[in-house]
């Protein structure tokens, strides 16, 4: 996957973002749109990034994350929501966490908050 | 009998058959103790019966290594000591605090925190508390009741007992002045203890008083009961000119100077504002009947033994501070209808008609979520166990008192470990705090260096000055309070305090100088 994403693939998630689920979308861009609050998600990211290994893409992390969420991208935007929360309380159990900027955060949601950043990066 | 030492003409020698240094709450403690045994007891405060700045002065002294607090503000020198601004919060520490631990050096007492129970059952009394009792289920707190993650297995929920406070002076007071075989001389500084020939016991006790003569007092026995600082500097400064002080032959005396660190550790976001932590606020007081009797406690949160024991971990415990929104417009209303203090009618109806808007609203939150008031943030406000360290130490300076002692210079002094330590337990907060749900904290102890948070303080908890050993080599005093190599000298307070935990040490300084005079009128009898 090429550094800066193209119009359409912003096209593609700003659709996205209004239309789950959208099956031709780039993982990344599908983890993106389920974000609440991308723009809060975006200014704790680039801690995020800092704290994680260096050099990640958004599609490694988008792979990472969906990895953790066994694999498959989520049908709806509710069980993404759902699997998530899961994940995030079992990294926390077995103290998979991130501290960055001083914010406890667990592995899965930490590379979320990056990937967000690196998306407000390239669209900014 | 009551007497002001500056009434006593130069160069008296005055005989007695106990002689107590110091009119806090240790000292008065055993005072009391005495009161019906038959025999005689001198107890030497140096100040009189209130507040004196010339005497307050003679605390004062300077800090040579972290920055520690005014020791002419965090102590009081007159009679009742500092109980006179005690605000009364009564603790036990865990008995883990008690034990030898794996990867805390010179940690541990001689005895077990079971030996020490008698002592705190007759200790709650003399503190004007309720029956011993200290897990939340002695206060009607159900364990449904402690949100997640604060009721194990990391964290759990424990109790302070509040004390009226006591006045350890108001309120023993008149009995000692009645007591015919106790004397409490006001005004009479222990300048310098002095041993005899041999050096094996005391032999005398140099008296200073400000502006007069000063006198000698010659007892069996003395208990040295005037805080961690000055236990520490009386030993210093006695025993022969330009020595190394009395006690101290193995270079203890004043090592090991401990107090509790207290810091905000960070700041949870909480996932639902209207959670209530109030039960853990830890500086809000509630009540609960004991055996009749409506009593105040507070609760907050502690690290575990059982974590602290598995993962090596200093004692921390945590008050969780609510953050709240403003509502100017309700406090207005409350003001109004007199349910919070009155205020300024007038000004009152011209804050609620420009917030209206703010008065809907917190209507609004209440309908829905049965609270008026949104939490923003909830602080961790943390105060941590500072681990035994030889380099933190309590010297002697340079400069002269009024009565012509050395001033102290505090080297209070924190290590890599307390760090460490620190860090553990607020990153396991955190965790736990993501684990269970209750939302995300960002914390303040960062960084594998030796920086704290900007706000740490040492509080006014000190302690460990003449720690207690069996071994001469690790400890100023045994397992009695006796110091090593001296016959008939005692400490009582904190200073003894080996390892020091996170407890609030009143309650434990009263219990051990109830154990002291136990012992002390076992030997005179």
């Not at chain 2, 007071?173 to 005004?187: E, F, H, Q, S, W």
């Not at chain 2, 609004?364 to 943390?382: D, S, Y």
């Not at chain 2, 210079?409 to 993501?434: M, S």
Request: proline fraction near 5%; glycine fraction near 10%; charge should be neutral.
């Amino acid at each position: 996957m090429s550094a800066r994403p193209t119009r359409r693939e912003i096209g593609a998630f700003l659709a996205g973002a209004a239309l789950w689920p959208q099956a031709a979308m780039a993982p990344e861009l599908l983890l993106y749109a389920a974000l609440d609050e991308p723009r809060r998600a975006c200014a704790l990211g680039a801690a995020c990034l800092k704290a994680l290994p260096p050099g990640q893409t958004p599609s490694q992390l988008a792979q990472a994350i969906l990895q953790s969420l066994d694999g498959a991208a989520p049908a709806t935007r509710q069980s993404f929501k759902r699997r998530l929360a899961g994940r995030v309380t079992e990294d926390f159990a077995q103290s998979a966490t991130v501290e960055a900027d001083g914010w406890l955060l667990s592995r899965t949601e930490a590379q979320l908050y990056a990937l967000a950043a690196l998306h407000l990066k390239y669209t900014a | 009998m009551l007497v002001d030492a500056r009434a006593i003409p130069a160069r008296t020698v005055i005989e007695s058959e106990v002689c107590i240094v110091g009119g806090g709450a240790a000292g008065i403690t055993l005072a009391r103790e005495f009161l019906a045994s038959g025999f005689r007891v001198a107890l030497l405060e140096s100040g009189g019966a209130e507040i004196d700045a010339q005497t307050q002065d003679l605390y004062s002294g300077s800090d040579i290594g972290r920055s520690y607090q005014d020791l002419t503000a965090i102590r009081l020198r007159y009679f009742g000591g500092t109980t006179n601004h005690w605000e009364g919060w009564c603790a036990v520490p865990d008995p883990i605090d008690f034990e030898s631990r794996e990867g805390v050096a010179y940690s541990g007492w001689p005895f077990a925190m079971s030996h020490l129970l008698p002592f705190y059952r007759r200790a709650q009394p003399v503190c004007q508390l309720g029956p011993y009792g200290y897990a939340p289920s002695d206060w009607g707190i159900a364990p449904a009741a402690i949100p997640q993650p604060f009721n194990g297995p990391h964290f759990v929920c424990q109790v302070l007992q509040k004390s009226p406070p006591t006045r350890f002076a108001e309120v023993y007071g008149p009995a000692l002045r009645k007591a015919p075989r106790l004397t409490v001389y006001l005004n009479a500084n222990a300048l310098q203890f002095e041993t005899s020939k041999h050096g094996g016991d005391v032999e005398q006790l140099k008296v200073g008083v400000l502006g007069h003569g000063g006198f000698t007092l010659k007892a069996r026995y003395y208990v040295l009961a005037t805080g961690a600082v000055e236990n520490a500097r009386l030993l210093l400064s006695s025993g022969p000119e330009g020595g190394h002080g009395l006690g101290n032959d193995n270079d203890l005396v004043g090592r090991f100077f401990a107090v509790h660190m207290e810091y905000i550790g960070g700041l949870i976001a909480p996932t639902d504002p209207y959670t209530d932590f109030q039960l853990l606020n830890g500086d809000a007081t509630d009540t609960h009947v004991r055996e009749g009797v409506r009593r105040e406690f507070i609760s907050y949160v502690a690290l575990s033994e059982a974590t602290r024991r598995r993962r090596r971990l200093p004692g921390m415990r945590i008050r969780l501070h609510q953050i709240v929104g403003e509502t100017p417009g309700m406090d207005a209303l409350k003001r109004l209808v007199g349910r919070k203090d009155q205020g300024e009618v007038m000004h009152d109806i011209g804050v609620l008609l420009r917030d209206l808007g703010g008065v809907a609203a917190f209507a609004g939150r209440r309908v829905l979520h049965g609270k008026g008031v949104a939490v923003q943030a909830i602080a961790a406000r943390c105060t941590s166990e500072q681990t035994p360290n030889p380099d933190s130490r309590i010297t002697l300076g340079t400069e002269r008192d009024a009565l012509g002692l050395r001033r102290v210079a505090v080297d209070w002094r924190l290590t890599a470990r307390d760090k460490q330590g620190a860090l553990a337990a607020n990153r396991l907060l955190g965790t736990e705090i993501g684990r269970s749900g209750l939302g995300r904290m960002r914390t303040f102890v960062t960084g594998d260096d030796t920086n704290w948070p900007a706000d740490l303080q040492g509080d006014e908890h000190t302690m460990g000055t003449t720690r207690m050993h069996r071994d001469p080599r690790s400890g100023v005093v045994d397992e009695n309070c006796r110091v090593h190599g001296l016959s008939n000298l005692y400490v009582a307070g904190s200073s003894v305090f080996p390892t020091t935990g996170t407890a609030n040490p009143t309650l434990t300084i009263v219990a051990l100088a109830l154990r002291l005079a136990d012992h002390l009128k076992e030997r005179l009898a």
